[in-house]
């Protein structure tokens, strides 16, 4: 069975400062991966996805992400944050082929930008 | 613009009352979904619908039951059977095949509470 771990629940950062969201996932079968942005009271939006081909992945907002098979990683990062960038984050997995059923998200990173 | 339509975006009800949340999407997405979403619990899967006058469940049912007349709808009845019905409600879609199957367009949200 698949799984996904977002190692922090909470990340709290200054303004301007790099910040990296961890997410580790378990599978047995190649996977799909992704970054959704949740800012309050509002859905969710997509921040990049990694489907195949390189394993570096730009995204909107100046997120990029890198998937690294060996460690089963998909972390995510941005060099210099806004406060706009406070939100909840998500990693989610899923099996290839489009079976949105098997879906598997994390709990989330509350993401903290302070002045 | 296209998008999804999630109605009422805040909702009480008493104890023992169903209530209906209303999902309209114009994306022409084959593939519809509804999530709920408690606090440090991230999205459990409540009911999907790949194709019209079609549904399954997901991981948390119980106490709640759908429709798929249309294919841009897919509403959502909250049962006086579901226990703790309080919590965050998104749907989503997306297109049922290919590469963007896997992406999911989120609606803004619909907030019950029970009182």
């Known amino acids: 069975a698949q799984s996904v771990t977002q190692l922090d629940s909470q990340v709290p950062v200054f303004e301007e400062a790099p910040v990296e969201l961890r997410c580790n996932y378990s599978?047995?079968?190649?996977?799909?991966l992704f970054w959704y942005v949740q800012y309050p009271n509002q859905g969710l939006q997509l921040l990049l996805k990694?489907?195949?081909?390189s394993t570096l992945v730009k995204g909107i907002n100046g997120f990029e992400a890198e998937f690294n098979k060996s460690q089963t990683s998909f972390h995510l990062r941005k060099p210099s944050v806004h406060i706009s960038d406070t939100a909840e984050y998500f990693c989610?997995?899923?099996?290839?082929?489009?079976?949105?059923?098997?879906?598997?998200w994390g709990l989330g990173t509350s993401l903290a930008v302070n002045p | 613009d296209g998008g999804i339509t999630q109605s009422p975006k805040y909702l009480f009800r008493k104890e023992g009352q169903n209530v209906t949340l209303s999902c309209e999407q114009n994306?022409?997405?084959?593939?519809m979904y509804w999530y709920r979403q408690d606090p440090g619990q991230g999205l459990r899967l409540i009911y999907y619908?790949?194709?019209?006058?079609?549904?399954q469940k997901g991981d948390i049912a119980e106490g709640y039951s759908v429709s798929r007349e249309k294919k841009e709808s897919f509403p959502l009845t909250v049962t006086s059977a579901q226990k703790n019905p309080t919590a965050f409600y998104l749907c989503?879609?997306?297109?049922?095949?290919?590469?963007?199957?896997?992406?999911?367009?989120f609606g803004a949200g619909s907030r019950l509470t029970v009182l």
């Open positions: 989503a879609s997306s297109i049922k095949q290919g590469p963007g199957a896997n992406v999911l367009t």
């Open positions: 994306l022409n997405h084959d593939a």
């Open positions: 619908s790949q194709i019209v006058n079609d549904f």
């Open positions: 599978s047995s079968v190649s996977v799909y």
């Open positions: 990694y489907l195949s081909g």
């Open positions: 989610a997995v899923s099996p290839p082929a489009g079976n949105n059923r098997k879906l598997i």
